[in-house]
């Protein structure tokens, strides 16, 4: 069983909303933190939006706050992003990362033991 395939990614313009899902393997769900990380040509991986499996507590990038949520279904072992008013600069490859420790959520860092294939997001003008 792959530990981790995400899905829902596709292209849509700005403004527009999009709701990208991650399916995981059970021994997935025993991490302390899951988190959505994006790369976009070019440029580094950035955690986007992670949350602290046991007590669901979530942690976001500036970029992203305030416009995009991460939840998460323990018991049908699924993880969320919610993407609203996406901008152009939101184009990126987006994984879900789990196996991370406190401080790849508390201090978004790209440190995590486990990585899906990705799926692309892209924003049009």
């Known amino acids: 069983q792959v530990p981790l395939v995400e899905s829902g990614g596709g292209s849509v313009q700005a403004g527009r909303n999009l709701t990208i899902a991650c399916a995981a393997s059970?021994?997935?769900?025993?991490?302390?933190?899951m988190a959505w990380v994006r790369q976009a040509p070019g440029k580094e991986r950035e955690v986007v939006a992670g949350i602290i499996v046991s007590g669901g507590k979530t942690y976001y990038a500036d970029s992203v706050k305030g416009r995009f949520t991460i939840s998460q279904e323990k018991d049908k072992n699924m993880m969320y992003l919610q993407m609203n008013s996406l901008k152009p600069e939101d184009t990126a490859m987006y994984y879900c990362?789990?196996?991370?420790?406190?401080?790849?959520?508390?201090?978004?860092?790209?440190?995590?033991?486990?990585w899906g294939q990705g799926t692309q997001v892209t924003v049009s003008a």
């Open positions: 990362a789990a196996r991370g420790t406190y401080f790849s959520c508390s201090y978004l860092r790209t440190e995590f033991d486990s």
């Open positions: 059970e021994s997935m769900f025993s991490s302390i933190c």
